[in-house]
């Protein structure tokens, strides 16, 4: 706050008055007054006096509103970026989360984040699918506003709230897309030509589809965790490209990947070439820029097999035992699923539920009843002996 003199257009002396005040319990809420031309100091102090009146009760009416959209974003990216409570969040799904909300939401910078209605959102995302967003990618824009208001409930940042507006905002899915996959016979012929071309990735893509691992566990697998004495592999880390660290699993704990005998061939060629490697497997330049999916699609479509991404091929994994009768429960503790949610895509995928199920219909006439019956009526008639 400041009174100050200045000299006017025709030169004379004339004073201004300048009011900044802020809220004591939420810094990032300020009011802003300016006003020129007094003739008096008197006069502008008597203006000044007004104007920090004005502000106060801006501030007020603020702090009754809550903190701005802007200012609730800033709070929930310094919790999910620095904080140390525990979130069960993956590094980079904080990322997103932030990265989504600063995107998308830039319209409700200033609002109030308490005067932010379902409404509004709804109109939000109208216009973000206007803009040609999948229905999946606005799911998870919505994920990320409801956290962040239940972050701003329990930090008191937006005051009398009880519920976020996203509660009841539904938006639609996505048709379910096919996953993709090949047969037990293309996945001979992608091994089979990898090898005879001596392809650099034949022992990533044999080691993926014996085991089911993912890329990134498969990235950072060492020796120490192969144990060939009890057949058995532990998975317990993985390779972020985007972080460019080793972490734990993406379901945060780790398991057992049993040792079949076509897996412990290969493992013992692995370690034969691996010439004191701590890896079992190579480290090529592609692989830790994370761009093993392009890779794989490129030598699909160069031997003329349908295009898949790299983990497709763990798809083909959990396909493949499900037609061999392996239990989904198996399954599920060899792949790491924390539920049996994601398997239930894979059963279907490879028709086990449905399998011969029609087989006992039999509603189409036998083929030598028909043929009888045809012979009745297209046989000429014999004639009569006398």
């Known amino acids: 706050m400041a009174v100050s003199q200045y000299l006017n257009e025709t030169g004379e002396t004339r004073f201004k008055v300048y009011v900044n005040t802020r809220s004591k319990t939420t810094p990032a809420l300020r009011a802003q007054r300016r006003a020129s031309g007094f003739k008096t100091e008197k006069e502008a102090g008597r203006e000044e006096t007004k104007l920090v009146r004005e502000c106060e009760r801006e501030i007020l009416e603020k702090e009754s509103q809550g903190s701005t959209w802007g200012a609730v974003v800033a709070a929930f990216e310094k919790h999910l970026l620095t904080s140390s409570s525990g979130d069960a969040l993956q590094a980079t799904t904080r990322q997103d989360y932030v990265a989504a909300v600063r995107k998308h939401t830039s319209e409700l910078w200033k609002r109030s984040a308490a005067s932010i209605t379902t409404a509004d959102l709804r109109e939000l995302f109208v ?204 399954i599920q503790k060899i792949c790491g699923w924390r539920d049996l949610k994601t398997m239930q895509g894979y059963i279907r995928l490879a028709g086990i539920e449905t399998e011969g199920a029609t087989e006992g219909l039999k509603v189409l006439p036998e083929m030598d009843l028909v043929e009888k019956a045809a012979d009745l009526f297209t046989k000429a008639p014999t004639a009569k002996v006398a």
């Open 127 to 330: 216009n973000l699918r206007a803009q040609g967003l999948s229905w999946g990618h606005l799911n998870k824009v919505r994920a990320a506003i409801h956290r962040m208001y239940v972050f701003a409930m329990e930090s008191r940042l937006i005051p009398d709230l009880d519920r976020s507006p996203t509660t009841n905002l539904h938006l639609k899915k996505d048709e379910e897309k096919r996953p993709e996959i090949l047969t037990i016979t293309e996945l001979r012929r992608l091994l089979t030509s990898a090898r005879e071309m001596e392809h650099p990735w034949y022992p990533i893509w044999a080691l993926a589809l014996l085991t089911g691992m993912r890329s990134g566990e498969l990235y950072a697998l060492t020796w120490s965790d192969v144990s060939l004495e009890n057949s058995s592999v532990s998975v317990n880390k993985s390779y972020n490209c985007r972080m460019k660290c080793i972490k734990s699993t993406k379901a945060g704990y780790w398991r057992t990947v049993p040792i079949s005998s076509e897996l412990k061939a290969l493992l013992l060629d692995l370690k034969r070439d691996a010439e004191g490697r701590t890896t079992v497997l190579p480290r090529m330049n592609k692989w830790t820029k994370g761009l093993q999916a392009k890779e794989l699609r490129q030598f699909c479509i160069g031997i003329g097999l349908p295009s898949i991404r790299f983990h497709a091929l763990r798809a083909c994994f959990a396909t493949q035992l499900i037609r061999n009768g392996v239990p989904p429960i198996q």
